[in-house]
């Protein structure tokens, strides 16, 4: 198993990005936030995602020099237009331009078309944090689940995420599939040949599976049964319908449509505190709501309380202190596209990969 620290794999994706033809900013950027999702133990979105972005970058089928513009503009609202770029940079570039209009009017909103997977919500959500703001992001993904009580995939996971500012305490923040899990966790299954338990997902005929293979044939199952599917339709709504992006069954899957674009939608929302009321009083109401939380007494069979968010800023604490196990599969994908594209020599293996 390969040991790496956070830089060394960014280092090495800005690598594989800019050896691909891609802007030093955007790869930069792009790197990052593959690089945080490692980090917060989102091994999902992280490097892990490198290959499939790099098969869609030499397909065409991703913008390698997007020219993303506002295509409507109003004082508190806009759409951008991503020009099929990387998810990340077009994610990346919305969610500033909402910051700057929520600086000016207390609250923004930004709708994106032509977009690409950008990773993880919570990176965008949490941009929001360092300007004393309320982040709020969701988007859509290609169809991976039935509508409740169906087994043909017309909806995305849909993820959402919200990030909140505390005082002394670390802030909330929220970043949650509308799938009971997200399809990474049985990709990840898949590759340690573990089995899943009853109740994520069906087969391709409707029947419950404990099979990540089969799973991955069939549909992902809503969290919450109908809540969740009506989550998952209103954020459809919101960053597809909304945006002009793609939606439902027409959105573009990331590793099954080869042959075209994605046309990923995402809504973004930032929210000056301030305009609420002022910041240190809010911070410190914050403070007291998650310590009620954190001091309450835990049920039978729990030893501690956790907010949403904390687990994975401890991770990221330990994480970017002691280095990143990556699985040996990921190690290996990584190592075989680093000699794909010329990178390393035919002698190289993992364990010299990010010497």
């Known amino acids: 198993m390969a040991h790496v620290t956070g830089e060394q794999l960014k280092s090495f994706a800005v690598k594989v990005f800019e050896s691909l033809g891609i802007p030093a900013t955007d790869a930069e950027t792009t790197a ?66 909402c910051l700057e209009k929520a600086r000016q009017h207390g609250v923004a909103v930004v709708g994106v078309k032509n977009s690409n997977h950008f990773g993880i919500g919570a990176y965008y959500a949490m941009m929001a944090l360092k300007e004393d703001m309320i982040g709020m992001v969701g988007t859509n993904t290609s169809p991976l689940m039935a509508p409740f009580g169906g087994k043909q995939p017309l909806l995305g996971t849909n993820p959402l995420a919200i990030a909140i500012p505390a005082g002394s305490q670390r802030p909330v923040v929220l970043d949650m599939a509308t799938s009971l899990v997200p399809r990474g966790k049985i990709e990840i299954a898949a590759r340690k040949g573990e089995k899943i338990p009853v109740g994520w997902a069906i ?6 599976t404990q099979e990540p293979e089969e799973a991955l044939k069939g549909t992902l199952l809503p969290m919450g049964g109908p809540k969740g599917y009506g989550l998952a339709l209103v954020l459809d709504i919101l960053c597809g319908v909304l945006s002009g992006a793609a939606f439902g069954a027409h959105t573009g899957s990331l590793f099954g449509d080869l042959d075209r674009p994605q046309n990923i939608g995402h809504f973004m929302l930032a929210l000056d505190v301030n305009s609420f009321r002022p910041l240190s009083e809010f911070k410190n109401t914050m403070d007291s709501l998650i310590l009620s939380i954190k001091n309450s007494e835990p049920a039978e069979g729990f030893k501690e309380l956790f907010l949403p968010g904390e687990i994975e800023y401890t991770k990221t604490e330990e994480r970017a202190q002691k280095g990143i196990d990556l699985n040996p599969v990921v190690a290996q994908n990584l190592l075989n596209l680093a000699r794909d594209l010329g990178l390393v020599g035919g002698e190289a293996t993992v364990d010299t990969l990010f010497a």
Request: aromatic share 2%; proline share 6%.
């Open 32 to 97: 990052e936030i593959l690089v945080q999702a490692d980090l917060r133990g989102i091994d999902s979105h992280g490097v892990a995602r490198l290959p499939i972005y790099v098969k869609r970058l030499k397909l065409g089928l991703i913008n390698k020099r997007p020219d993303i513009k506002v295509v409507r503009d109003r004082p508190g609202a806009a759409v951008v237009d991503g020009d099929n770029g990387l998810g990340q940079v077009v994610g990346h570039r919305a969610m500033t331009l």
């Open 203 to 208: 087969d391709k005929d409707g029947r419950p």
